[in-house]
């Protein structure tokens, strides 16, 4: 299995990203998939899931509002749009694959991406 996550960059406050996770070597909607993230000393925190089909999503309260998570299941991807992006966003952000709907302990990991949001 093969979660490749891509789109980070550096931004500036109130700007936005879009982060796509195209996922391999699994059936892909038979898994909920999330993002992750870590930022420099601290743990890695859960952000956004979204169910197999879509139709289920929960989010972080610190990102309700200004984070949209959404998939193609007949591109095996899942999306992570993140609007007013502000400094404290800056982490790592990993997706991350299992099987049933949950906020941690996953069963697949991607190797992440850098967001970096200047004040």
């Known amino acids: 299995v093969q979660l490749q996550a891509s789109g980070g960059g550096l931004v500036q406050a109130g700007a936005s990203l879009r982060l796509s996770c195209a996922a391999s070597?699994?059936?892909?909607?038979?898994?909920?998939m999330g993002w992750f993230r870590q930022a420099p000393g601290k743990e890695r925190e859960f952000v956004a899931v979204i169910d197999w089909s879509g139709g289920t999503t929960m989010y972080a309260d610190s990102v309700k509002g200004r984070f949209s998570i959404s998939r193609d299941n007949a591109k095996n991807t899942v999306y992570l749009q993140m609007n007013s992006l502000k400094p404290e966003d800056t982490a790592v952000y990993y997706c991350?694959?299992?099987?049933?709907?949950?906020?941690?302990?996953?069963?697949?990991w991607g190797q992440g991406t850098q967001v970096t949001v200047s004040s």
């Open positions: 070597g699994l059936t892909f909607s038979r898994y909920v």
């Open positions: 991350a694959a299992h099987p049933f709907l949950k906020r941690n302990d996953y069963q697949y």
